[in-house]
């Protein structure tokens, strides 16, 4: 870090920092993530020191006035970081003491399980229950589901029928099967190492999917993740969030179009991709796009995922009301947010069954030509939230609660076996520069 | 849904009040506004209090244990206090030591996202603190308490206001190398 940067750090800590600095420090920071994360560590130190129970607490005007009405002093306001403090210790002398019985066996990586879903474990006396402390080798998993701690905090889910083998702690080679590995702060630089390419985590959630034919098919929930292909000749190849590849051979990888993610309510009802009842296309190309649809199956209710990306943002029934009938159950399709902005979509639906297909669209802003054309609005809404304040939500006012809500009118069409539903952009290219603040549309498909 | 009190508030807004706190420092520069954001917020939260339970039959959660309605809690408080350090640029729309909206956006939601490392730095920094001979450690309480006024305190101890910077700056470095160690030998333990 140079001198200057230093200096703005700490003037701006200081709030004796100037508007010009202001400038020049946010040049500095709006390129740089990593340098952001810096600057809220050197705020941290003086938010530790403030909370110490040792800091001569600040006695401004504001802190000795009470709570409006109910007596809270001062003095019980003064007292809280301590409290909070004391509290954050015990739970760090808790999380020490649990790590500290944690012990690595002669070979192996040490692992807690921490769930287990009718996991079978091939081979004799290879069952775990949960809280397990074992050193994992090799994993041979005949069916089920199995979630164990890594060192690191690095939280490890595998889904059967899946073979694999730790390399390291931080390296598992993956034969078959599915994974699914959120690594934390600390765990950053995990790899799971496939036959076609090997994906290095740079502090994410993501899922590793090999199938019978080696393809390995990745999808990253959240963060980023670098692929290698094993020979390929080109450099890594960054994935972001809400964005998926398959590794098709170790040299030619290709967009992966949809993946059938967990719904976090019942995080094993999840389904192969081959056993859906339709499919999703769209006409953008691997340069274009990596983006991939999120399938979650039989998911359409309150409180589910509204996109790849984004979240927080969740599914509701409208204010007051109850979550339409008709919608409950359907697989749900998660739409990627940022595809409110390419105005050439053209999204495609092969429904395998006779089917609904609805389409949820932001009720603030008329609806492209195509959606009338195709679909037929029902009269029901549903709101998806809460939202942060942002610039597609900025002209609602927030609720009671201090949230943002966006409300969708309800279309819907019925599609029949083997038929195909063309869906376009969530922009109306009539209605020009008003629709800076739409969000992209959601689907869902009800199969009969 | 159990009915919650002002006892309730109490020890909720305490088990959030640090992390509700830092998240608002890493938003706003002074420390001065940030404690009365962190007073207004509070005045928020336990206005809107009555609805938070409302708020949780969203969650499908009837009987929520304790650390869920903590958790709860603490990203209620954490949206509320976004708002209300928003209201606070709103009356200093005019004023050039702010941050621009689209910087304030990205900060924010990167507040929230590294929110849990950084409440563990803090945990971290704590026992770095509490590691330090009692002499030192209120050198350091002392300084911090006054660093609005680094002038008094250079002209006090015969140093240039440079220096006194160049000292803090130390300080944050030598705390922050001391917290990444701690963190580390945690996560091998």
Known sequence: MTDDLKNLFLKYIDGSI????????????????????????????????????????????????????????????????????????????????????????????????????????????????????????????????????????????????????????????????????????????????????????????????????????????????????????????????GEGLSLDSAITSSRLMSVNVADDQRPNRRLAEDENTFEIRDNLTSEQSLRFYGIVSDGMREGVNAYTTQKVVRWWSDAGEVFPAELSGADLVQTFHHDRDQDDLEIRLDVRRDSVVYVFFDERYSPPEWLPDTLVDTGQTVRSGPWRPSLVVRDIEPDENGEIYVRYRVWRTDVAADESLDLGASFNRNRGKDQTSRVMYGIAVKSH | MPNLNHDDFLRLFTYSEPNLRAFIRRLVANAADASEISQNTAIVLWKKFDSFGERHARYELEQPSKEELEVHFSKWAMKVARFEVLSWRRDKARDRHVFSDTMFETLADESEEFDEQLEKQRSAIKKCLDKLPEGRRDQIMEAYSARNKPREIANRTGKTVNAFYQWMHRVRLSLLKCANKELNEAAYL
């Open chain 1, 18 to 241: 100037s508007a010009e600095e202001v400038r020049a420090l946010e040049e500095h920071l709006t390129t740089d993530k990593a340098l952001r994360k810096e600057f809220f560590e050197h705020i941290n130190v003086d938010v530790a020191i403030e909370n110490h129970p040792d800091f001569p607490l600040y006695q401004s005007p504001s802190r000795v006035s009470q709570f409006e009405g109910n007596r809270v002093s001062a003095r019980w306001w003064n007292r809280m970081p301590a409290w909070g403090w004391a509290a954050a210790a015990c739970i760090g002398i808790v999380l020490a003491f649990g790590l500290g019985q944690f012990s690595a066996g002669p070979s192996g990586v040490p692992g807690i399980v921490l769930r287990n879903d009718e996991a079978v474990v091939r081979g004799e006396g290879l069952q775990y229950s949960l809280g397990d402390r074992v050193a994992f080798n090799e994993i041979d998993l005949e069916k089920g589901w199995l979630r164990l701690e890594l060192p690191k905090g690095v939280v490890f889910d595998i889904y059967g029928p899946a073979k694999g083998r730790f390399l390291s702690a931080e390296r598992f080679e993956l034969d078959v099967g599915r994974l699914n590995i959120d690594v934390g702060p600390a765990g950053k630089g995990f790899t799971v190492v496939t036959e076609n390419g090997d994906i290095v985590d740079l502090g994410t959630q993501f899922g590793v999917d090999v199938g019978g034919d080696r393809r390995a098919k990745v999808a990253v929930f959240s963060g980023e993740v670098e692929v290698y292909s094993r020979e390929s000749e080109g450099g890594p190849r960054l994935l972001e969030e």
